[in-house]
């Protein structure tokens, strides 16, 4: 158990609605990272906050948006929702900003778009 | 053309194998490289961490990396069923942002 927790494990919607998945770091992190897992793109990189802040973003759709609150969970929000967008999302969590120091991932939220 | 290929697989060996994996990868920017194992339905767990060429070792595993090759391999040794998983390598050019290999599907056979 990575101490990141994510919610639902198991998210069913359909085209064109609005899901929001929430993550937990591990206590004491400040950074929280967010991935995105499909068959055809394999892992991929979203968005990086740290302490409420973005600091990097990836292959992120404009139809998603992120927000760390100051309790120091996330959110990812994904709407217009497409069947493409079925995928495994990870969040995951570091303690600090320091350059290659270890990312934890979370369990991930499974998403299926109908 | 992908930043880092990763031969998916799936790959096959007897309980008690060495296990070589391997990533290749294109942007030379690349400077910390990681190993993570990732069980069916599970995240991704990391293994090793390595700055730089040179080798790590850990255990049964060992993680080298070739900067001027631009290749990076996780070798295992005695490989046990329970190392059955997908094996991913990463790479960070210091932005904190990962770029996954596709990763390896292991089977370890007893």
């Known amino acids: 158990d990575s101490g990141v927790t994510q919610t639902p494990k198991h998210l069913i919607t359909a085209t064109g609605q609005r899901v929001t998945l929430r993550c937990s770091p591990r206590?004491?992190?400040?950074?929280v990272y967010w991935y995105q897992q499909s068959l055809d793109q394999g892992l991929q990189f979203l968005i990086h906050?740290?302490?409420?802040?973005?600091?990097a973003k990836g292959n992120i759709l404009e139809r998603f948006s992120a927000q760390q609150f100051p309790d120091l969970h996330s959110e990812l929000n994904l709407s217009s929702l497409e069947l493409g967008d079925s995928a495994l999302y990870f969040c995951?969590?570091?303690?600090?900003?320091?350059?290659?120091?270890?990312?934890?991932f979370g369990p991930g939220t499974r998403l299926l778009v109908l | 053309q992908k930043e880092v290929e990763q031969d998916p697989g799936p790959l096959s060996v007897p309980e008690g194998a060495i296990v070589s994996l391997n990533c290749t990868y294109s942007?030379?920017?690349?400077?910390?490289f990681m190993w993570y194992r990732q069980y069916s339905r599970k995240g991704p767990e990391l293994l090793m961490y390595?700055?730089?060429?040179g080798n790590k070792e850990d255990g049964r595993f060992t993680a080298q990396v070739d900067k001027s090759s631009k290749y990076i391999s996780l070798f295992i040794r005695d490989s046990q069923p329970s190392d059955s998983a997908t094996y991913l390598c990463?790479?960070?050019?210091?932005?904190?942002?990962?770029?996954f290999g596709s990763g390896t599907r292991l089977q370890v056979q007893p």
């Open positions: 206590s004491g992190d400040l950074s």
């Open positions: 990463a790479m960070d050019t210091g932005r904190r942002a990962l770029t």
């Open positions: 995951a969590s570091s303690a600090l900003l320091s350059v290659g120091e270890t990312q934890y």
């Open positions: 942007n030379s920017a690349f400077q910390y």
């Open positions: 390595t700055y730089s060429s």
């Open positions: 906050y740290y302490n409420g802040e973005e600091r």
